[in-house]
């Protein structure tokens, strides 16, 4: 997978736990860093609760083992959100993510 919009910015937990409106919503509005956040921030020593202090409660339905925040309506036609899965392993550590379309 190409990193398309999901790799234009490094990760910024300022600009990734700001407040938006419902417009905003509607935007790409962390797609930008997704891809740093998964490929270069998130580590393997990290706990659940590191995750939740850099990346703040999950947005989305969550799991013990998986966690989902908002990415933005990333796809260019206004229809899909996009989600960061965050998955944990049985010790409550980082496993990985991926960047999902719904």
Request: aromatic share 12%.
């Amino acid at each position: 997978m190409s990193s398309g919009v999901f790799g234009t910015l490094p990760f910024d937990e300022r600009g990734w736990t700001a407040s938006i409106s419902n417009a905003e919503d509607a935007n790409c509005f962390r797609g930008g860093m997704a891809k740093d956040l998964r490929d270069n921030v998130l580590s393997s020593k990290m706990a659940k609760e590191e995750v939740i202090d850099l990346l703040g409660r999950p947005s989305g339905s969550f799991t013990k083992q998986e966690y989902q925040y908002l990415l933005g309506m990333c796809s260019g036609f206004g229809m899909d959100y996009d989600n960061l899965h965050v998955y944990f392993d049985e010790q409550g550590k980082f496993s990985h993510a991926k960047i999902m379309q719904h």
